[in-house]
């Protein structure tokens, strides 16, 4: 059995484009997992929090009130459970995720 880490903040969610069934969004220390079941199966989406551009939240929208900007130019439209506090914590976690990455780029830099 596979040892898997507890997740930071999960929610239920609608993914745009997606019909899946139980979807879900958890919020793990290095990435985001979207789960959910689809026709074809278990649906599985591991986004690394240093491929993270930007996010959005829109507190008054009924369709979608969250989205993850990715750095390649994908985004995932959701609406979220939760999504201010997605919004907080995701903040949160991206800050420290760029911290930690520049950090290793100035241990790499000076090490050279």
Partial sequence: MESRE???LK???KI????LLRATVALYEH???????????????????SEIDHIEWRSESEQMNFWIYLKSGK??????????LWKY??????????????????AR???A
């Fill in 31 to 49: 990435y985001i997992l979207i789960e959910g079941w689809g026709w074809r199966g278990k649906y599985e989406k591991k986004i690394i929090l």
């Fill in 11 to 13: 929610s239920s969610a």
């Fill in 89 to 106: 914590t995701l903040n949160e976690r991206l800050k420290k995720e760029n911290a930690l990455a520049t950090e290793e780029d100035v």
């Fill in 75 to 84: 985004h995932f439209p959701m609406l979220l459970r939760g999504a201010g």
């Fill in 16 to 19: 745009a484009g997606q019909r």
């Fill in 109 to 111: 830099s000076t090490a």
């Fill in 6 to 8: 507890e997740p930071i």
